[in-house]
Nanobody
């Protein structure tokens, strides 16, 4: 069992910055797929930034050049640095870890989410 807890969400002005954290209750292998998703009111949950098989990264076009995903394997924590925030970035942000299961299917662990609101 893995528990994920996000933190760092807040109200911020357009153009500002926030750094989100996702702490895991136990060690997560760095080769697992993991990353950040978000869901705005009236919209489906969408990919924001992910590590793919512990190597490459994938960013949504809307956040490229502004957001950076990173992790600290010692602290079992993943981060999302968000710069030049826009009102359209307003959403609940969720961290995700995809873990291989014994039946051959991947299992997704999700945090509870943290609210990011970008407004004047």
């Amino acid at each position: 069992q893995v528990q994920l807890v996000e933190s760092g969400g807040n109200l911020v002005q357009p153009g500002g910055s926030l750094k989100l954290s996702c702490a895991a209750s136990r060690r997560i292998y760095s080769i697992y797929d993991m990353g950040w998703y978000r869901q705005a009111p009236g919209k489906q949950r969408e990919l924001v930034a992910v590590f793919i098989r512990g190597g490459s990264t994938n960013y949504a076009d809307s956040v490229k050049g502004r957001f950076t995903i990173s992790r600290d394997n010692v602290k079992n924590t993943m981060y999302l640095q968000m710069n030049s925030l826009k009102p359209e970035d307003t959403a609940v942000y969720y961290c995700n870890v995809r873990v291989p299961a014994t039946d051959g299917r991947d299992f997704d662990y999700w945090g509870q989410g943290t609210q990011v609101t970008v407004a004047s």
